[in-house]
C-alpha cells in the first residue's frame, strides 16, 4: 500500500473549526465585544455617561447622528477601554468613514437650541424694557410730588409781622381777592393723594420658568413632556443654557450630573437623590 493512504481520515472524526474572528469593522468590532462580554447596550450607555441611541449609533456607525469627529473619537477610545480592546485600530477605520463637511456639526446643534434661548431672550429684553420705564415713571412722580411741596410751601413766611388793629368805625373795605397766576408749563397727570409709589404703570413680571438646564462642560441630556413628546434630547457644549416648556410633568435625564445645574421655578435644584454614577432620572411636576 502507499503511504496515500495513511492519510485518508477515518469516518466520523472530528472537524476542527476555526476560532472565530473578530470584524475589522470600528462599529461591528464594539457590538461584537459588548455581546461577548455579556453588556447590554444600557450598561455601555451608563459607563460611558451616554445615551443608548449613541451607543446604538456607534456600533451601526451612524455618524450623522453623533456629535463632531472629536467627540465620537473619544466615545470609541472609552468604548474600547470597557472591552479591553486596543483602540488604535477601530480608531484607524474610523477616521476612513468620517466624510469631510462644509458645514459644523456644532453649528447645526446651535441652530437646533435656539427655540429656547430665543424666548428666554425675548422675556430678559421686555423684563428690561419695564424695568427702564418703571423707573422713568417714578421720577416723573417724584418730580410731580416735589413741584406741588414747593408750590404750597412758597407763601408761607418764617418772619411774620403783627398788624395793629384799627378802630371799628374805620375799618377798611375788604380787600379784592388775590389773583393768582398759574404756572405757564403744562404740568403732568397728578398721582391721587396717598397713592404709593408703586402706583406707576408697571407690568407684572413673569414668573421664573418651570426647568432651567445650565452646562458647565460637555453632558447629554433628554426631557420628555407629560405626552412623552421629546422636548430636548442632545449632547451639550460647555456654556449652553436651556428653558424647557411644555405640559409638565417633565421626565428629564441628564448624562453627566457633575457638568450640568438644574433650575425648577428659579431655585436650584438637587439632582444628589436621582444620581447614579453621575446620571440623573427623575421628574418635574
Do not use: C
Not at 26 to 41: I, K, M, N, P, Q
Not at 83 to 112: C, F, H, W, Y
Amino acid at each position: 500500500m502507499s503511504d496515500d493512504t495513511n492519510l485518508t481520515e477515518a469516518p466520523g472524526a472530528p472537524v476542527e473549526t476555526p476560532a472565530e474572528q473578530p470584524p475589522t469593522s470600528f462599529g461591528a468590532r464594539l457590538r461584537w465585544g459588548r455581546e461577548r462580554a455579556g453588556l447590554t447596550v444600557t450598561d455601555v450607555a451608563a459607563r460611558l455617561r451616554l445615551h443608548p441611541n449613541q451607543v446604538r449609533a456607534l456600533e451601526q456607525e451612524t455618524l450623522t447622528a453623533l456629535p463632531e469627529a472629536a467627540y465620537v473619537r473619544g466615545f470609541v477610545r472609552s468604548y474600547a477601554r470597557i472591552l479591553n480592546v486596543e483602540p488604535g485600530a477601530l480608531i484607524d477605520d474610523l477616521a476612513l468613514k468620517i466624510a469631510p463637511s462644509s458645514a459644523s456639526v456644532v453649528d447645526g446643534m446651535t441652530q437646533q437650541r435656539d427655540y429656547s434661548p430665543v424666548r428666554a431672550a425675548s422675556r430678559e429684553q421686555t423684563s428690561r424694557r419695564l424695568v427702564v420705564v418703571g423707573a422713568v415713571l417714578l421720577l416723573i412722580v417724584l418730580g410731580i410730588l416735589g413741584w406741588y411741596a414747593t408750590r404750597e410751601s412758597a407763601p408761607i413766611s418764617t418772619t411774620g409781622t403783627v398788624v395793629p388793629a384799627a378802630p371799628a368805625v374805620q375799618a377798611p373795605p375788604p380787600a379784592p381777592p388775590p389773583v393768582v397766576t398759574e404756572p405757564a408749563t403744562a404740568s403732568p397727570a397728578a398721582v391721587p393723594a396717598g397713592a404709593p409709589e408703586s402706583a406707576a404703570l408697571l407690568e407684572p413680571i413673569p414668573p421664573p420658568p418651570l426647568l432651567k438646564l445650565r452646562f458647565s462642560g460637555a453632558s447629554w441630556a433628554e426631557v420628555k413632556d407629560a405626552e412623552g413628546k421629546v422636548l430636548h434630547s442632545q449632547h451639550n457644549t460647555a456654556g449652553a443654557e436651556y428653558v424647557i416648556e411644555g405640559t409638565p410633568p417633565f421626565y428629564v435625564v441628564i448624562g453627566d450630573t457633575t457638568k450640568t445645574s438644574v433650575e425648577v421655578r428659579g431655585e436650584a435644584y438637587d439632582l444628589s437623590p436621582y444620581s447614579r454614577q453621575n446620571v440623573a432620572r427623575f421628574t418635574i411636576n
